[in-house]
């Protein structure tokens, strides 16, 4: 049977203790897959100085490490590293993990596992068991929250993910992908097949998702479907005004027809009304304005520009140890 060639895209920023360490995983959890893996591993401007040097082993033939120019975030490390890859017939599918140790290599063995028996779906991690603490958690729901509200759609997935080749050129032909990789993946349509992980712990070092981190991703998310929350907006901002309007009425009939009004509330409810029905009047033209000015703009294909991210492409030796995987 013949071994199935994976390349893996891993942004990494000064964690290549954990990135050495993972490599030692993921030889481990896919020496008896029938696998040959590729690492691409995307510097993203680490101050940290390059390993010239990785212990690994079979399954794992090759390491290319992807310097940067300069730092350019989360997504669009992926995506430079996705795109360096789209023209590799000799690639079957191609998986994307954090360099960390929170994708772990066991759960990507379960990844290819299931995309074996989904040949055409790309496969995705869905946790089932977190990591981090209570307020990180609460906050991630909030995300999860708002980008259904305002997009009607569910993203419960991150970056780790494993899709099959053949999807790959559209969506390095798509620009949404700089934003955010997941979010892509359901803008595309594409088939997902989900499979209940854990998340793992980081080998070394902190984590560098905090609360700032969270929201510039879940505000990215957003916008790969910045139409639909533009539009949503736009008929929430109307109702709104709709609704204020009406409240000016009911209180100004009330306050000359009748004798129900308190001395002072009418100005006061009247005055926040029209408050409300000022602000909910100028947002649909500041989104209107927005979305058309979007519709309007062309934005850069990963495709096409992505190569002049990249500094240096250097394929370090690979140390094999002696009496297999340490």
Known sequence: MRKINIAIVMPVYNDWTSFRLLILDLAKALSSSNCSVEIVAVDDCSSESVPERIVANCPIEKITILELEGNVGHQRAI?????????RPDVD????MDSDGEDTAPELARLIEAAKANPNCVVVAQRAQRSEGQIFRLFYALYIGAFWLLTGRRINFGNFSLLPFEHLARLVHTPDIWNNFPATLIRAGLPLKYVPTARGTRYAGQSKMNLVNLVVHGLGAISVFSEVAFVRILLASTLLFVASMMGLIVVTGVWLFTNLAIPGWATNVFGFLILMSVQAGMLPVMVAFLLLNNRASVRALPKSVAMGFIRKKSIPAIE????GVA
């Not at 995506?79 to 023209?87: H, Q, Y």
């Open 93 to 96: 599918y191609v998986a994307v």
């Open 320 to 323: 094999f140890p002696r009496g």
């Open 79 to 87: 995506a430079v590293g996705l795109t360096t890859i789209s023209d």
